[in-house]
T-cell receptor
Framework: AQKITQTQPGMFVQEKEAVTLDCTYDTSDPSYGLFWYKQPSSGEMIFLIYQGSYDQQNATEGRYSLNFQKARKSANLVISASQLGDSAMYFCAIGSRDYKLSFGAGTTVTVRA | GAGVSQTPSNKVTEKGKYVELRCDPISGHTALYWYRQSLGQGPEFLIYFQGTGAADDSGLPNDRFFAVRPEGSVSTLKIQRTERGDSAVYLC???????????FGDGTRLSIL
């Protein structure tokens, strides 16, 4: 069984500043992937970034970076230079060789002008 | 378009009725997934198809739920004798398989009166 824990229900960030969203996970599989998705109020789930459990480097995609600490079982998302359009719900998810994703409860991010 | 397409976007029906939800995945994606998202929660896995066959249906809540993918592309999620507790957003995702990122459709918001 796999589990994702997101302990921050909501966060506020000032425009142009960085924000870190926490994610911890639990799995017994030696090979797994960690994903972050963004869900705006319109409802669509947008894939942001992926980290494989054997990847040596932390993943980065534009303004998104994933701070992967395998020993601590954490996969925090960092959003740099926040924009108003970043206001949304953010979900951390884990998938392993059985492919199905297990999602956390999500963190709501509100960017203030 | 090039994304995952789900129809209808909204469905309102009475308790006890039968509903079908359709998903058209990204062209060339062999893996297709159905998830259910209740208000304020992360998506929960329902069923996974690799090609035409259901590789894992362990997330289906009971035998009122069934899904098919007869030609390995479009999938239909079928719910019989709907109950008010079935009200949720039903999300479909597709991928190239394995731990490749899953790309989601906009979902079908199902409301059972």
């Amino acid at each position: 069984a796999q589990k994702i824990t997101q302990t921050q229900p909501g966060m506020f960030v000032q425009e142009k500043e960085a924000v870190t969203l926490d994610c911890t996970y639990d799995t017994s599989d030696p090979s797994y992937g960690l994903f972050w998705y963004k869900q705006p109020s319109s409802g669509e789930m947008i894939f942001l970034i992926y980290q494989g459990s054997y990847d040596q480097q932390n993943a980065t995609e534009g303004r998104y970076s994933l701070n992967f600490q395998k020993a601590r079982k954490s996969a925090n998302l960092v959003i740099s230079a926040s924009q108003l359009g970043d206001s949304a719900m953010y979900f951390c998810a884990i998938g392993s060789r059985d492919y199905k994703l297990s999602f956390g409860a999500g963190t709501t991010v509100t960017v203030r002008a | 378009g090039a994304g995952v397409s789900q129809t209808p976007s909204n469905k309102v029906t009475e308790k006890g009725k039968y509903v079908e939800l359709r998903c058209d995945p990204i062209s060339g994606h062999t893996a297709l997934y159905w998830y259910r998202q209740s208000l304020g929660q992360g998506p929960e896995f329902l069923i996974y198809f690799q090609g035409t066959g259901a590789a894992d249906d362990s997330g289906l809540p009971n035998d009122r739920f069934f899904a098919v993918r007869p030609e390995g592309s479009v999938s239909t999620l079928k719910i019989q004798r709907t109950e008010r507790g079935d009200s949720a957003v039903y999300l479909c995702a597709s991928s190239k398989g394995g731990n490749q990122p899953q790309h989601f459709g906009d979902g079908t918001r199902l409301s059972i009166l």
